[in-house]
């Protein structure tokens, strides 16, 4: 279980600390990366969130979810680095592809989606990879980001739409 693994990374195990690791560090990349738009950034802020979570682990109270903790500290400091550096990324900067998807249908498929998730608002495109790519349930979301349950079901609605469009399903 989770909490067993959280409660050996409190305690300083090495393994339980890169197992969590592991298996958090693509959606907190992928989050980082959704807000500050360049790999090297998100890489960056990444790396400096999961040293706060390894500073942080004897505090945290299980009071939520491990992965929300996490993913509230990747926000934070993805949205602090913006405000910080006051940055606007290109829509050309990301194209987030899983290297193991091999398929060219598929492969077009994801392209085209995460250039419509790119050219959403910030705060649509970090609740959508929230989400889908987290897949956080509202209420989580809702933690992570400060906004209330209501509004962020306002944005994911708005954000679907704005993605249904710029898909344009209708025609294909």
Request: net charge positive; no cysteine; aromatic share 10%.
């Amino acid at each position: 279980m989770e909490s067993e693994i959280i409660k050996k990374a409190a305690s300083g195990d090495a393994g339980a600390l890169t197992f969590l690791i592991d298996k958090y560090k693509d959606v907190a990349y992928n989050l980082a990366l959704s807000i500050v738009r360049n790999k090297e950034d998100a890489k960056d802020i990444t790396q400096d969130s999961f040293l706060k979570v390894l500073e942080k682990i004897g505090s945290f109270r299980n009071d939520a979810k491990f992965s929300t903790w996490l993913y509230k500290i990747v926000y934070n400091r993805s949205i602090g680095f913006v405000k910080a550096e006051n940055r606007a990324g290109s829509l050309d900067d990301v194209l987030l592809v899983d290297d193991r998807n091999n398929y060219e249908d598929q492969e077009e498929k994801t392209r085209e989606l995460y250039r419509a998730i790119n050219v959403l608002d910030d705060t649509g495109r970090h609740v959508i990879m929230l989400f889908y790519l987290a897949e956080k349930p509202i209420k989580e979301i809702a933690r992570i980001t400060g906004f209330s349950m209501a509004n962020v079901k306002v944005i994911l609605h708005r954000a679907r739409k704005k993605l249904y469009e710029k898909m344009d399903y209708e025609n294909k």
